[in-house]
């Protein structure tokens, strides 16, 4: 227990032993909330809980996922006494390399952590601004249970927006003490530094819960409703004879200002605002005429293509350079909030004329402003002045031009060398500079190159490779067009008490959450295939931000998009869009609303009961295929310690950490049955907790089987086991040899490979096993 | 410097500590120390000739095959005899000491990887680098991996098959 | 303006406008506090200032001292993306190397503002847990304005202990935004970040003043008493032969509880009760009969030593491998804070004899205990039951073995490259080998060698290098007793009043903080000897931490100690050790305590003013000659955003980056004249803001220079400058050329060096200057 | 790895940029070819043997000095002629293009150092690597620089003793 400002008072007499209390410990407090049926909650022992208080959890969940590192760099450069070769040795401060990594992965999950609860503590505190402390967080009839996170954390439901501040000052304690234990000289144990850093994710679940909920609340987004509109999406569906203003990032604040002002000054019809990046989700979950032009690979392309008038940027995931880029094509660029000022002048306080002004005439290179509703007038105002002038920018050097250019090409591969995936770029640009450009277009499509523009800074020839790219694909914009549905919010508990059952026993075969970015060659593709391939299979498919982006740039035979071919309802082959990378909160939030509605548990001060509960009896799965920063690392720990398995893309090595099982090590998968007070033989199931696959056939494997889960009925497994086994013969040519490991008795052998199956069993000394009652891997409760 | 023995993906260098320039004879040298060597191959090995080359080198030094991501498939498909791990799992494998190895028959003392992807490759030399000390590890394929113990150094496809194909003269 | 959650209500209306306010606006608040005189307060503009708030300082100091650069990494290693060579380059994320440093900065000042503050929550929540939230923060009759940060940040002292909890979660939330900038695809422009570092070191200042007025308070430390009691310092000061409970750290709280149990069950005759680094200091401001082992630099040494029987270790600066170190002397370990759990089982719970026959039983490697008055008892019974048993553990192996092993040596010279400071080890070593010790003795003398470890790690004969320095100065225990004097707290107004006109003026020369680590070779000598030479000259010497520390360990040729030979009263010769780390806070605050006392400027909201008052006309630097971590970089942007210089020792240049004047770019240095309002030719004064100096020498006479200021009257500049000349002539043998930058009139000539000042003055073609009435950086006020 | 070209502290190692190997006939050629050269020396300096080489390759090439941390008294008391600046000084100077060099006559083009302090040499040497395009850095210490464009490799003194004698030879 540390002390924490803000445990509940009537925790303090027991302060240094509410370990003690056990969840059997009832607190009854009074609920006279008009969205709960019960009059009493049963409160458990972990009220705002600190990194100790769950350190036990952890401990277990590291016992079976122990923590594989990949150093990215041998030394340790954070102190002056170094740098410090760690190889085989240990630092001056006497850290060894095993807990540097550590170190690093809790530093990266505060990082994470922070960009998304900063986000929303900037949201939260403008849209109290705006609506006034007292605005309802009311989701309507459908959703009772509308934060779940906060319910289970901090012991009860924000009624208002100035309530959630709670849990945002929560937040902002807990990340203070991890960010700390990153200091020289503290934590010194790989196994803590990553509970710690589990804290740290679990305290990003909540920070993006609060940033959800307060824009959805505030600027009324879809409240759960499966059916939003579909957005258009692509760059070939920017409109690019009207003034266009992009906005890059992830801070709806900005968009919204500009979308009120538009509205307000009936300019809907004259002025395209598109977006990138989340901020484009959460635009178009504000107003549906907005458009997206896609995720964050697409960054580079378009802002190359000069199509945009003006650039508004917010917040995370924004080129560094995008100033300079902006300047390349005479965009006009406006920084808006605090985490990006890029050197400009504060303008936050001066008439807008005077703004408009100096940015017109190039007296500055743009604007700080920090004032969002001042921003929709600039922005707007810029564009229909800048649309008629630019003209001439907004397309790019010919393509004699650009094939001159190319044929300086002198082979020396550095830019193959450099390119995160030694992607064939030599050949692109040599073969242009012979006119042939088919391998810039097929680099160009799927975002097959995502244009981080490596190989640009590094040619010794100074080629604009990324012009190259961006020119390419502006010859086949029509092909460019695409939708996505509107990002939906929060699941109902109306869905959840239909697919509770189903998903614990076994009969929907999983829940597949795709998110994050798709910063992978090719990676808009791949995830639209998995997502397919789960999709006809009749899983339940997440998704947000980016990935869900991606998702919507994929069509099949028809040309149609899977979110034409399929619903947005929570429930088997739906295709359910979240929103952005805040709505991430509502994939785990949907799992604990599985524990709370169909199971019964209370929420409040139960996260080990909850995510136990999660982790033994709740398929799903999230798949992270390019995450590339810090923010899908705590997104990802976060999922980890609610007991959800992830499976990342091969750049996912990348984050240095894993949390992997060892199937072959029996004892490590019992379990614990609650009902009968027995340990039983348990089975690796999920098998990883945090996994990353080398390709996309070897992770749709690893999704399916990650998806197993004790409480599968037999005729659960059998369903698991079936697309387990049918995925492994499509990939992998065979039936899985470990299936062995995942028939309990005789009814868990799918019917179609019954006797393949038993030859199997066989060869491996099968017995049949028990099956479990309430698996668990806490402790049995202690005797009184 | 020389431009051999540069990782191939420059920003791998992560300290002091660099791989020893492998030729096909300090190769063999190191299978021939090897009491329980082990191949593992990547999904760049699903095409010839590099499918070819391995099968001839795993049969002339004896090695067992680890297949990663679904290179399985194809080995299979050609009857090239192998077991499929994903690179970390057979990673997280070798770096136990007490694991028994594809044979059971104890803990493998050199790994040689060919056909993974660099980047994954290097992380995974990495983690073998810093916690198998119990363990060599050597990569044949056209690119330097500084990560590895020894490694073959950047090629051309030329030049890299006549190195394959000396790996599988004894 | 950044949404802020706790900007004073009254602000609301005018949220986004309060920029232009300006300090000319008063809000007037009731100030019914007993401790001050005045009715009404002025409010300034920047109450709870996000970093936004203040970026016009920020910038305008920037422009002054820009951020000077030395990357210890080509590469970009935190994203997924990377690893990216930044050598001319952008990385895949669009940053260079400028704001990749700039970043970096931000980073390190982040985790080292977390580091103090996080310490300072947990100890703010333990002491309202103990003694309440009403507990009052009263400092007695000599201090009335007792948290000048929190005053001037806050914009209202806190009365309670309770009250300080605004102060802290403001400082979570700016840390949060702050950490958020970090990641990836934020903030773009280097001097963006540094903005942001400078408000992080703000935030530090915060953080440690919480921590210092809430252990005073709450534990009745000294209130500013400028005559504590001297405490036994040094090794040799440890009785051996009791039982030693050995503190590491820096957080109080178990030191006081096992002071507290020692004292309610009269044991203080019978257990030694030790501290190294700030533990060791607080510990003795709790009870004078504590002892201090010495600075972070005696770690390993003792703990090799095998003395204490018992360690225990809270937070911060305390070597990762304590456990590993502890074991190899069959110490007891009890870890105490969430900061550092080193995969101990949490026993926090658990009965206190079940924990001691667990730990004396080796059932346990040590235990994880978080509440100190648990430590108390648990160690105080384990150092009673071990020190007999550990009687042949006390001391190290004996000389001949030590001999023989050292023999082995085979002069590879790894040792000496590895080595931070490139020391002769080789020579020590081999020389021991043939039974010489004199080299191990002259390194292990001063903490030339301060044993961080790198050598024995490194040796490829696993000679233990370490046990050699230990051994050796084992042999010679009776030299190393010395003294220091306890940590007053902050510095009295009485003593404010007295020296404000002389600081101001320039009769006394300068406040001169020797704050931060001694890590350098030989560090604690070289401090000291900077210190008595400033406090010869009649400067104010102010200290902290290791720093005073370090001082205690230098005695002069009679054998005293310096604490022994000048007061500490914060006046001229004044030797003043402050307290702890977080007592630096007292440093920055009575800086701002001159501004408010002595030139009545209101602080509450008026950072601005407060810090370009401080700038300008009080005469402090900063030392901080072996700072390692992360929290001397936040200390050292805090202070420096204070308009404080600091001078680092060499390995300073690790951190990556300076603020460095450029003295021969003359606009640079104009000021705005306030009472007149003419732009006025200035002085580079102070010349650097963070600067690093390669020796002692080198920094001494920048010590020097670094404190004269504009508002210094004729006579205040003569003595300033004399003493530059006197140092430069000392230690560079010349009357230093470039002095004649700094005389206004003739009559600032120094009587004794006229003749050959006016020489230099006419090599310069030198020409009189105006003087400056109220020198500023900031803008004229705006006309109505 | 050739030892000689391993950074003198191994960790100084920064990236896939290292520096060229220097022996005194290469260092004289990067002194003949540059306009204006300069020459810090640090405090390792102050004694013999090293101030009289550096007095000589000073007077040979017509080099003006400026010497870090305290230097300058040793020299001044022996009659070489130097300017004093902070290591961290000069170096933030040499990195403004538009700064006119220490004899006013423009910028300098290359920048010799010997006798500072290992690990702050590698700083600042870090600095004018990434900002200071304008400027070639060479080191003669007996130590390697990494961080340089140039630099001695790690020797015994003897053998350096040796470069720095044939440095003062034009």
Redesign the interface.
């Known amino acids: 227990m540390t002390p924490n400002s803000t445990k509940p008072k009537e925790f303090k007499d027991d302060f240094w032993k509410a370990k003690d209390i056990k969840f059997s410990f009832g607190e009854i407090i009074e609920d006279d909330s008009p969205v709960s049926e019960d009059k009493e909650t049963f409160v458990g022992p972990t009220l705002k809980p600190s990194a100790t208080d769950l350190r036990s959890w952890d401990m277990k969940l590291l016992e079976r996922y122990p923590p594989f590192y990949a150093p990215f760099c041998d030394m340790c450069c954070l102190c002056t006494y170094g740098k410090c070769d760690l190889t085989g040795k240990k630092g001056a401060c006497g850290i060894d390399i095993e807990a540097q990594q550590g170190r690093f992965a809790l530093l990266t999950c505060c990082i994470g952590a922070a960009a998304h609860s900063a986000h929303s503590r900037h949201l939260l505190e403008y849209l109290i601004h705006k609506v006034g402390p007292d605005h309802p967080v009311d989701f309507g009839n459908n959703i009772d249970i509308e934060a779940p996170i906060i319910r289970t954390l901090i012991g009860k439901a924000p009624r208002t927006l100035g309530d959630i501040r709670e849990a945002m000052s929560y937040m902002e304690e807990e990340n203070l003490h991890l960010l700390s234990a990153c200091h020289t000289g503290q934590e010194g144990n790989h196994l803590d530094f990553e509970s710690k850093a589990l804290h740290a994710g679990l305290m990003d679940h909540i920070g993006m819960e609060i940033g959800d909920i307060s824009q959805i609340t505030a600027l009324n987004l879809p409240k759960g409703d499966p059916d939003t509109s579909l957005i258009e999406l692509g760059i070939g569906s920017i409109d690019r004879d009207k003034p266009v203003i992009l906005c890059i990032g992830h801070n709806v604040a900005p968009g919204s200002g500009i979308v009120d002002y538009l509205e307000d000054n009936d300019l809907e019809d004259d002025v395209e605002i598109c977006g990138i990046c989340c901020a484009a989700i959460d635009i178009t979950r504000y107003n549906n005429r907005a458009k997206v032009v896609g995720p964050i690979s697409k960054q580079l392309k378009f802002l190359r293509s000069g199509v945009a008038d003006v650039v508004v940027v917010d917040e995370q995931c924004i080129r560094s350079d995008v100033l300079e880029e902006a300047q390349k094509t005479g965009t006009a660029l406006i920084a808006t909030t605090d985490k990006m000022c890029l050197g400009l002048p504060d303008r936050t306080n001066d008439e807008v004329d005077s703004i408009l002004a100096d940015i017109l005439n190039k007296q500055i290179e743009g604007a700080l402003i920090l004032d969002p509703e001042k921003v929709g007038e600039v922005a707007t105002k810029l564009s229909l002045s800048l649309s008629k002038s630019r003209k001439s920018l907004k397309t790019l050097p010919d393509m004699d031009e650009i094939q001159e250019e190319a044929s300086n090409c002198t082979q020396c591969e550095w830019c193959v060398r450099v390119c995160p995936n030694n992607l064939p770029i030599m050949d692109a640009v040599s073969s242009a500079g012979k006119g042939d450009f088919d391998v810039v277009e097929s680099l160009y499509n799927n975002d097959i190159c995502y244009t981080c523009g490596r190989c640009e800074q590094e040619c010794p020839e100074d080629i604009k490779i990324m012009d190259l790219m961006s020119k390419v694909g502006e010859n086949n914009l029509k092909n460019q067009k695409f939708n996505i549905r509107a990002g939906r919010g929060p699941i109902q508990d109306v869905e959840v008490r239909r697919v509770g059952a189903p998903i614990v026993l076994g009969d929907i075969p999983g829940v597949i959450a795709f998110v994050g970015c798709t910063n992978y060659p090719n990676g808009g593709e791949e995830v639209a295939k998995m997502a397919e391939e789960f999709l006809k299979r009749n899983y339940i498919v997440v998704t947000s931000g980016c990935g869900a982006m991606s998702i919507g740039e994929y069509k099949d035979e028809e040309g149609k998009t899977l979110y034409e071919k399929y619903s947005g309802e929570f429930d088997a082959r739906g295709l359910v869009n979240v929103g952005s990378c805040v709505s991430n909160s509502h994939i785990s939030g949907v799992a604990i609303k599985i524990a709370n509605i169909f199971a019964k548990k209370p929420l409040e001060g139960n996260f080990e009961v909850i995510a136990d509960y999660i982790l033994n009896r709740v398929g799903a799965c999230g798949v992270a295929w390019g995450p590339y920063s810090q923010k899908a690392a705590a997104i990802a720990s976060g999922v980890n310690r609610w007991g959800i398995p992830v499976v990342l893309g091969p750049h996912g090595s990348k984050y240095r950490r894993l949390y992997l099982g060892r199937p072959d090590k029996e004892d490590v998968w019992n379990l614990n049955d609650m009902r009968t007070g027995k340990v039983i033989k348990g089975e690796p199931a999920p098998e990883h907790l945090l996994f990353a696959a080398e390709n996309r056939e070897e992770a749709t494997v690893a999704i399916a089987k990650n998806c197993l889960r004790p409480t599968d009925t037999n005729k659960g497994r059998q369903i698991k086991l079936n697309h387990y086994i049918d995925l492994n013969k499509k990939y992998f040519g065979v039936i899985p040899e470990d299936v062995y490991k995942y028939v309990r008795t005789d009814k868990d052998i799918p019917i179609t490979y019954k006797n393949d199956v038993k030859e199997i069993l066989e060869r491996n000394n099968w017995e049949p096993r028990e099956l479990v009652m309430e698996p668990s891997i806490l402790d049995f409760p202690e005797e009184e | ?1 020389n431009d051999r023995v ?1 990782p ?11 791989a020893l320039l492998a030729t096909p004879e300090t190769a063999k040298l190191m299978l021939r120390k090897s009491k329980r060597p082990l191949f593992v191959v ?2 760049y090995a699903k095409n010839e000739p590099l499918m070819g080359f391995i099968k001839d080198i795993a049969e002339t030094w004896d090695l067992p095959i680890v297949t ?3 290179t ?2 194809s080995f ?2 050609n009857g090239i005899e192998s077991n ?1 791990y ?4 057979i ?3 070798l770096k136990d000491p007490e ?1 028994k190895g594809i044979r059971g028959e104890g803990p493998h003392d050199l790994v040689m990887f060919v056909g ?5 490759a290097s ?2 030399l ?2 073998l ?3 198998a ?1 119990h363990l060599k590890t050597l990569t044949i394929c056209k690119y330097f991996h500084s990560n590895a113990d020894a490694s073959f150094p950047n090629m051309k496809d030329e030049e890299w098959e006549k190195y394959l194909e000396k790996m599988s003269e004894k």
């Open positions: 410097m540069i191939w993906q420059p920003t791998v260098i992560a300290g002091p500590k660099q990547g999904p990663t991501a679904d399985f498939k299979n498909e499929y994903g690179i970390v799992e990673t997280n494998l694991w993974c992807i660099y980047y994954i992380q995974g990495s983690t680098k810093h916690f000390p």
